[in-house]
């Protein structure tokens, strides 16, 4: 044999046994034209021709700028297919195909998305998904995903067929949901996922109402923007973290306007979440606490809550009241972590207000962000332990904390 077919020989070989023992395939394809996703099926066919049948531990495609016609829903379920087929564990799809035709508009956005194929439903062996701007089968007669544990949904309508509630029936062992930017749901009920511990719903999308029922809920996280609705949280008993780092907006026409917290969702946000050990509020809800003490109107105890973490970047007085009123009903509280995104309270403000409520707090956490660079550009820990640390965070508030930080104990 030629030297020249040794060489080509072996190196073929090399590339055999890297498919060969292949479990992560991660594709991240930007395709413009039919013939350009031609060579990306057969590259998947050739892959498929010569991998051996092993289990696939990870299978993620994220295509963008596809353009949209009736043939990429075959061409996509092929890839699904060879995942499936070689009984992947986790898959991430994030489709974003260029599809809108103005001329034939429809308002059914489903029709302009992927829908994933029944066999996906009915892949037993999934313990982690995450989907991206595609659609649930409709008809859609459930779910059998026995092992998935993990689920991240984003752009994806859910308001059709009851999707929610089959999912929770058909995935036993699930113990994170997150939901992106989705929308359709009036009511998220926990009581139909007994193993279900933390739920994180990011900028839902809704213009209506959503009643979130938090039974054997432990974490629940709130994020990002939301369109306004009406907001109820019931059965919070088993919470124990509660993350409130969002708001809400109000859109017309063009224009969208950030509303300021309404009184009902004071009262039951607040008096269903008075029990958690651990608290997380964004900027928007700490006016909601402002606005409570303004009106005069008691905000509930927090009577079991041991670490808080608050995220300031408005005005001064707002993030003040609202920081120091939940100190104050913190009795228990044991660690104080204080986010600036922007320097809206000096150094010696944060100490003045703060030290009469950290009788109980052993550590305090002070971050800064650099507007610039969007980076944290402070980082101060101070382990507080008793009251007789009040004497250097007076000294903190005579002299400034840069000046200070050398002097303090060794154990700090």
Not at 56 to 70: A, G, I, Q, T
Not at 99 to 118: A, G
Not at 229 to 242: F, H, P
Request: net charge neutral; with cysteine; aromatic share 10%.
């Amino acid at each position: 044999m030629p030297t020249k077919d040794v060489v080509k020989t072996s190196t073929l070989s090399r590339r055999w046994l890297k498919v060969q023992d292949l479990k992560h395939l991660d594709l991240y394809i930007s395709l413009e034209t039919s013939k350009d996703l031609l060579y990306f099926k057969s590259f998947v066919d050739w892959v498929d021709r010569r991998y051996s049948d092993k289990i696939l531990k990870r299978f993620s495609v994220h295509l963008e700028d596809l353009p949209w016609n009736k043939d990429m829903q075959a061409k996509i379920d092929c890839l699904i297919h060879f995942a499936v087929v070689r009984r992947v564990k986790q898959m991430s799809l994030g489709l974003d195909f260029c599809y809108f035709d103005y001329e034939h508009w429809s308002w059914d956005l489903d029709k302009y998305f992927y829908k994933l194929p029944r066999f996906l439903c009915n892949h037993y062996g999934l313990e982690s998904l995450h989907i991206a701007n595609c659609a649930f089968p409709n008809p859609c007669t459930g779910f059998k995903w026995s092992s998935l544990k993990e689920l991240s949904i984003t752009q994806v309508n859910l308001g059709r067929n009851n999707i929610l509630l089959k999912i929770f029936i058909g995935s036993p062992s699930l113990e994170l949901l997150e939901l992106d930017g989705c929308w359709g749901l009036m009511q998220i009920d926990t009581r139909n996922s007994l193993r279900l511990r933390e739920l994180v719903i990011v900028s839902y999308q809704s213009v209506l109402r959503l009643e979130i029922i938090a039974t054997n809920l432990l974490i629940l996280r709130l994020r990002g923007d939301w369109q306004y609705q009406e907001l109820k949280l019931t059965d919070a008993s088993s919470i124990v973290e509660a993350e409130l780092n969002f708001l809400m907006r109000v859109e017309k026409g063009n224009d969208a306007y950030y509303i300021p917290p309404p009184q009902s969702f004071c009262d039951n946000f607040f008096g269903e979440l008075q029990h958690i050990s651990t608290l997380h509020i964004g900027d928007w809800c700490n006016e909601v606490v402002s606005s409570m003490m303004k009106a005069e109107v008691n905000s509930p105890e927090l009577t079991k809550c041991k670490h808080l973490i608050t995220d300031s970047m408005a005005d001064r007085q707002i993030s003040l009241i609202g920081i120091t009123t939940l100190l104050e009903r913190s009795a228990h509280l044991e660690k104080l972590e204080l986010r600036m995104l922007q320097r809206c309270i000096d150094d010696e403000d944060i100490f003045r207000s703060f030290e009469k409520y950290l009788k109980h707090v052993k550590t305090f956490v002070l971050r800064r962000l650099d507007a610039a660079t969007g980076r944290t550009i402070m980082k101060r820990v101070f382990h507080l332990g008793n009251m007789e640390d009040s004497k250097w965070l007076s000294k903190l508030q005579a002299n400034g904390t840069e000046r200070c930080l050398s002097s303090l104990p060794n154990r700090f």
